[in-house]
């Protein structure tokens, strides 16, 4: 069973950068059925893909983020991490790392979640 766990602070400041990690267990994020994204969830709004790190470290990003997301990873860990820069307040949300299968065309794993903040 895969399970994965969002770290981070939960409270940063307006034009910082927010920094988050997702621990894996129960399988690799190196193996080559699988991706790992994050989405959000704003208060009150829906679900927000924002960004995916495939099992070959290839990334892609949601355009509407302009730029400001990045996705990276450490196999000796088996972590996944987002950094998003130039936070605003419209950045506050429910944080999710989930796993993707790709076969599936699923979301088949997610993590509890993580609220991060944007206040000063």
């Known amino acids: 069973q895969v399970q994965l766990q969002e770290s981070g602070p939960g409270l940063v400041k307006p034009s910082q950068t927010l920094s988050l990690t997702c621990t894996v267990s129960?399988?690799?994020?190196?193996?080559?059925?699988?991706?790992w994204s994050w989405i959000r969830q704003p208060p009150g709004k829906g679900l927000e893909w924002m960004g995916v790190?495939?099992?070959?470290?290839?990334?892609y990003y949601s355009p509407s983020l302009n730029g400001r997301t990045s996705i990276s990873r450490d196999t000796s860990k088996n972590q996944f991490s987002l950094q998003l820069s130039s936070v605003t307040p419209e950045d506050t949300a429910v944080y999710y790392c989930?796993?993707?299968?790709?076969?599936?065309?699923?979301?088949?794993?997610w993590g509890q979640g993580t609220q991060v903040t944007v206040s000063s």
């Open positions: 129960g399988g690799s994020i190196t193996t080559n059925f699988f991706a």
């Open positions: 790190i495939a099992y070959d470290g290839s990334t």
């Open positions: 989930v796993k993707f299968w790709y076969s599936r065309s699923e979301y088949d794993y």
